[in-house]
């Protein structure tokens, strides 16, 4: 017959403290459970808003525009070419280009197709900064036809007011097969163009039409070479960094909030998420504290036995894991319990919070398994160095 | 196997008490098959000497050597791979688990090194007339049964040496001889050695040589 715990636990049990025992096991589930909870919301509540921010690779994209005060209100509050190189300049702006605004009127209509027709603005931008950038968007002189992306905000609020006035409603797919023409009226001249909704953007408010063209037009019928620009585009590690937003106050400059509302409501989130799991930390190291004080107490109590076992011939080595092993199951049943909580709380928060089935993977994440493993392992390791060095001292 | 002694002193010893000892501070060794009577009154150090033997103690200056192994080099690990194989001893205050019932005693020591089966143990004890005795706890049984008891354990494992500190002390003359030829029977089983220690000579132990401390 092997040797096992069963044969030496006679040797040990006498007196021990089983209140402390089963406190530290409640502990230590309910700092787990915290912990692997804390990790899933934070997982979720980055699946949930990951499509709805304005962030890509890590990086915010932001529009600012002067403040329209009272004071300032008869200068020109557009952008000077100086304004965006100080921009530029600053640590916490990765670049800023100048969102250039047409000089001579525009207005767009859909020929006889739908009868509408309207003044519109038209924008160009820098093409790094926008989200959505298909390879037909592109222009060149003598070209009859111009490619547009068209903000899904405007989409929005077209869909809005188009049944009032007798228009039809369109999906994205439809206003994108309409053909549009963009007449440009200046001091020079007219230009008439066939224009498509190339794509939609979700991050830029406006109507883009490519650089160059935007250039050409102001130049041929206003003969304006380059204008100064009201919104500037700013690239950013951290649209919500306190001193991006000191340094923009500073300067009275307006940040379009909406669109770094997500990256804020997200922050705010991810740190209450983040101190809950710093919590589950605690417990879990308040947990193990009380296990090792009652460990101590169960060997100090058995200090007579154990020495007489090691003076028999026991190794110190054989005992330590012995006697650590001895809580590995007991470490296993709290863990997946906790898991099997997490799965649970996850499946609770699907059913009642996210409007949508579907948004979420039905199954926990796999970095909480992988916490609940680490976990595990972390657990068994500090058992066993205790009960060796409690045995090497007595 | 051998155990060799070089000049080993107890360091509490004062100066010039270890004159006369054919074992203090003298290089001399013992050899398995042997068995070794060593008569010592007491405060001779004879408890500290088959401590030091078992490697408990290491206050003492000099060498032992197992092997010509110094056991002051062991480590906690070596020291219980040796005691599991080479070396068994009885122990004056006899060392018993005294919460545990006697065969829990016996089984405790058997299982960490199998030399005999379980059913050996109660031969054993039916022999040195403890068999009543096996599923009591050790701490309701007298000085005598604890006695026997502790030989008996140290019979459970395999052994080069079996260190005997005056392992009669609360017997009667019948259960002393009928001890003493259990263990020369299991030592000579096992072609080991016997290292006896009492205060005067034992007349049916039959020792190849008789030191005095």
Not at chain 1, 352 to 366: C, N, Q, S
Not at chain 2, 182 to 192: D, H, S, V, W
Request: charged share 20%.
């Amino acid at each position: 017959m092997e040797l096992s715990y069963k044969n030496i636990a006679p040797f040990l049990t006498a007196g021990q403290n089983k209140v402390s025992r089963w406190l530290s096991y409640v502990g230590l589930g309910v700092g787990v459970l915290l912990l692997l909870s804390s990790v899933q919301m934070y997982t979720n509540i980055n699946h949930l808003i990951r499509d709805k921010n304005t962030r890509k690779n890590g990086t915010d994209f932001i529009s600012i525009t002067k403040t329209i005060t009272n004071e300032n209100m008869g200068r020109d509050n557009r952008f000077t070419d100086a304004d965006i190189k100080e921009l530029q300049r600053q640590p916490f702006i990765e670049d800023a280009a100048p969102l250039k605004a047409n000089a001579f009127k525009v207005s767009a209509n859909a020929g006889n197709m739908i009868p509408f027709s309207t003044d519109v603005f038209v924008e160009g931008l820098n093409t790094n900064f926008i989200d959505t950038v298909p390879d037909n968007f592109k222009w060149k002189e003598g070209d009859e036809f111009v490619p547009v992306i068209f903000s899904t905000d405007f989409l929005e609020m077209y869909n809005v007011f188009a049944p009032s006035w007798d228009l039809p409603q369109m999906s994205e797919k439809t206003a994108s097969s309409v053909q549009l023409f963009l007449l440009c009226h200046g001091r020079n001249g007219d230009r008439q163009y066939k224009a498509r909704i190339v794509a939609f953007s979700d991050r830029i408010n406006s109507i883009l039409v490519p650089e160059n063209f935007l250039a050409q037009q102001n130049k041929v019928l206003e003969g304006v070479d380059n204008i100064p620009a009201s919104r500037v585009f700013l690239k950013t590690k951290d649209a919500n960094n306190p001193q991006l937003l000191n340094y923009l106050a500073g300067k009275e400059y307006h940040v379009n909030k909406d669109k770094t509302k997500f990256g804020r409501v997200k922050g705010v989130l991810q740190a209450v998420v983040s101190g809950l799991a710093g919590f589950g930390v605690l417990v879990i190291l308040l947990a193990l504290v009380l296990f090792s004080f009652y460990l101590q107490l169960m060997i100090a109590r058995s200090k007579d036995n154990l020495q007489l076992l090691l003076t028999l011939g026991y190794s110190p080595s054989w005992l330590s894991k012995t006697v650590a092993k001895k809580w590995i199951p007991v470490y296993v049943s709290i863990i997946v319990a906790a898991l099997l909580a997490t799965q649970l709380l996850h499946l609770g928060f699907q059913h009642f919070v996210t409007p949508a089935r579907g948004e979420l993977p039905i199954v926990i994440d796999w970095t909480v398994l992988a916490i609940a493993v680490l976990l595990l392992a972390l657990s068994v390791a500090i058992n066993y160095r205790l009960v060796k060095k409690s045995l090497t001292e007595l | 196997m051998q155990i060799s002694l070089q000049q080993v002193v107890p360091d509490f010893f004062e100066t010039g008490k270890a004159n006369g000892s054919q074992l203090w501070n003298q290089d001399i060794a013992f050899s398995t098959g042997e068995n070794v009577h060593i008569i010592a009154p007491s405060g001779s150090g004879k408890t500290s000497f088959i401590h030091f033997l078992y490697g408990l103690r290491k206050d003492y200056s000099g060498n032992i050597l197992y092997d010509n192994n110094n056991i002051k080099n062991y480590d906690a690990e070596k020291f219980a791979t040796w005691r599991q194989q080479n070396i068994s001893i009885i122990f004056q205050d006899l060392r018993l688990f005294t919460q545990q019932t006697v065969l829990q005693n016996l089984e405790i020591k058997r299982l960490l090194a199998p030399y005999h089966k379980e059913s050996r143990i109660t031969a054993m004890a039916k022999r040195l007339g403890i068999e009543s005795k096996l599923a009591k706890l050790c701490s309701t049984c007298s000085y005598g049964e604890q006695q026997r008891i502790a030989i008996i354990r140290a019979l459970q494992q395999p052994f080069d040496f079996l260190l005997l500190d005056e392992p009669f002390s609360h017997l009667d003359e019948n259960n002393r001889q009928k001890a003493m030829e259990l263990m020369q029977e299991e030592a000579t089983e096992r072609k080991a050695a016997i290292i006896l220690t009492d205060l005067k000579k034992i007349d049916y132990f039959k020792a190849e040589r008789l030191l005095y401390l």
